[in-house]
C-alpha cells in the first residue's frame, strides 16, 4: 500500500496507519493555523481590547495568560486520555471549545468574559497539539521531526494570515470581525476530519505506565525545563509585540508577519538542517540567534527593526518542533503523554510570564514618565527596557543547549530506514528525524 505523502515522495505506509494520512495531515495544519490565528488577532487587538473595556495591561497580561493556562491544562488531559480516546476525539474537542471560545469572545462584556473565552482559545489550542503531535509522530515514524516541523510550518504560518487580515482588514471590520475571520477556517478542519480513519497508535508507545515512567528519564527532565524558556523566548516577545514595539518607527503587526513567516520557510526545509546539525545542535544555534535578535530588538528603531527582527526570527524558528521532536526521538518512551507534558510546561510558563511582563512594561513606562519623558518617548524607553529583562531567557539557553550539544553528540542513533523494516529499532532513542 502506498501513498502521495505531504513531501511529495512515493512511500510506504507503516502499519495501523490509514491510507487517507495526508487528509488527516492536512486537518492538523488547518486546526493549526486557526490556533496560530487567535495569538495573532488576539496580540493585534490587544490595545482595542484594553480600550474597550478599560483594562490596564496587567489586567491584559491576566487576560493573555488564560490562553497559555488553558494550552497546557488540555495538554495534559489530553496527554493522559490519548491512549484511550485516540486523536479522534481530542480534534473534535479542540473544535468544540474553538468555536464556544471565539463566539463567547465576541460577545463578551468585559475582563471576565475575555478571561472565560481566552481560556477556552487556550483550551482548544492546546487540545490541537495533545492531538496531533502524537499522531503525526505515529503516521510518519520514518521522519518524525522532519513531518513535526512541517505541521508546526503553519503556527508562524497562521501567524502571518491573522497578522495580514487583522493589520488590513482590522479598522473595516472591527476587532468582533476579525473574531468572526477564525470562525471558516475552524468550520474547515471540522469537515476534513469528519468519518474519517485515523491511526491505531501502533508506531508510538501507547501504554500510559511505560509513558508515566518514560517521564522519569533524566534527558526528558532536563528538556522540560529547558522547553518552558524556549516559549518563554518565543512568544514573550511575539504576544507583546504591538505593546512593545508600537513606538519604534516600525509596524508590530508587520513585524509579526515578517518573524512568522520566516519560521515558516525555515521550518518547511528543516529537514536536511536537522540532519546536518542534529536536534541538539540546531537547538544551541538557535538559543544564540535568539539572544542577539532580541538584543537588536532592544536597540534599534525604524527600518532596523526589520532587520532585528529577522535575526529574532532565525533563532526561534525551530525551537517549538525541534523540542518536541527531540523528545519523541531520544525519550521515545514518553509517548504521547511525554509531547503533550512537553507542550503544557511551554505554555504554562507564559500564565507565569505574561503578568510579570505586564507589570515590567508598566513600571518601566512609570520609570520613564518620571524623568520627564511623555507618550512615544516613554513607550519606546519602556519597551526597550522591557526586552532587556526578556533577554535573560535564551541567554540562559545558550549553556544548556551548549552542554547538550556536547552531552549529545556521541549518543547512538538507529537511520531512518532501518525503523521501516525493524519496528523494534523505534525503541532505539534518536531512531527518526
Not at 505506565?209 to 523566548?233: E, H, R
Amino acid at each position: 500500500m502506498s501513498t502521495i505523502i505531504a513531501s511529495g515522495q512515493q512511500d510506504r505506509i507503516p502499519a495501523g496507519v490509514p491510507a487517507n494520512r495526508d487528509r488527516l495531515f492536512l486537518a492538523a495544519c488547518v486546526s493549526l493555523i486557526v490556533t496560530a490565528m487567535t495569538f495573532a488577532i488576539r496580540a493585534g487587538i490587544l490595545t482595542e481590547l484594553g480600550e474597550t473595556f478599560a483594562l490596564n495591561d496587567v489586567e491584559l497580561g491576566w487576560v493573555n495568560s488564560m490562553a497559555f493556562l488553558g494550552f497546557p491544562v488540555a495538554m495534559i488531559v489530553g496527554g493522559l486520555i490519548y491512549n484511550q480516546v485516540g486523536p479522534k476525539n481530542l480534534l473534535w474537542m479542540a473544535f468544540v471549545s474553538h468555536l464556544a471560545g471565539l463566539l463567547l469572545t465576541i460577545y463578551a462584556g468585559g475582563f471576565w468574559g475575555l478571561i472565560i473565552s481566552t481560556f477556552f482559545i487556550g483550551f482548544a489550542n492546546g487540545s490541537v497539539e495533545a492531538a496531533c503531535n502524537p499522531m503525526i509522530v505515529d503516521m510518519y515514524p520514518d521522519k518524525k521531526s522532519q513531518m513535526l516541523n512541517k505541521f508546526h510550518v503553519w503556527f508562524p504560518g497562521g501567524i502571518v494570515i491573522g497578522s495580514l487580515v487583522a493589520n488590513f482588514l482590522g479598522d473595516a471590520i472591527g476587532w468582533q470581525g476579525l473574531i468572526w475571520v477564525m470562525v471558516l477556517p475552524t468550520l474547515a478542519y471540522a469537515v476534513l476530519i469528519f468519518g474519517q480513519e485515523f491511526p491505531k497508535s501502533q508506531n508510538i508507545v501507547n501504554d500510559t505506565g511505560a509513558n508515566f515512567k518514560g517521564l522519569l528519564n533524566p534527558l526528558y527532565l532536563f528538556m522540560f525545563v529547558c522547553m518552558s524558556l524556549t516559549a518563554a523566548s518565543e512568544f514573550s516577545t511575539t504576544q507583546w509585540v504591538e505593546k512593545i514595539l508600537g513606538a519604534t518607527g516600525a509596524q508590530p503587526l508587520l513585524v509579526l508577519a515578517l518573524v512568522s513567516g520566516l519560521m515558516a520557510t525555515g521550518r518547511f526545509f528543516a529537514g536536511p538542517i536537522i540532519h546536518r546539525l542534529n536536534p541538539a545542535g540546531v537547538l544551541w544555534i538557535s538559543s544564540i540567534l535568539t539572544t542577539a535578535g532580541i538584543y537588536l530588538l532592544s536597540t534599534q528603531e525604524g527600518a532596523m527593526i526589520y532587520v532585528a527582527a529577522v535575526v529574532f526570527a532565525l533563532g526561534v524558528c525551530y525551537f517549538w518542533p525541534t523540542m518536541l521532536g527531540f523528545v519523541s526521538e531520544y525519550t521515545p518512551q514518553s509517548g504521547a503523554l511525554g509531547l503533550s507534558l512537553m507542550g503544557g510546561i511551554g505554555m504554562f510558563s507564559m500564565v507565569v510570564w505574561n503578568p510579570v511582563i505586564g507589570g515590567w512594561l508598566e513600571s518601566a513606562t512609570a520609570a520613564a514618565t518620571a524623568i520627564g519623558a511623555t507618550g512615544p518617548e516613554a513607550d519606546l524607553i519602556a519597551g526597550r527596557e522591557t526586552l532587556q529583562a526578556m533577554i535573560y531567557f535564551p541567554i540562559i539557553l545558550i549553556v544548556l543547549f551548549g552542554g547538550l550539544y556536547f552531552y549529545m553528540r556521541n549518543k547512538p542513533q538507529v537511520h531512518a530506514d532501518e525503523v521501516m523494516l525493524d519496528p523494534d529499532a523505534m525503541s532505539v532513542p534518536g531512531s527518526a528525524r
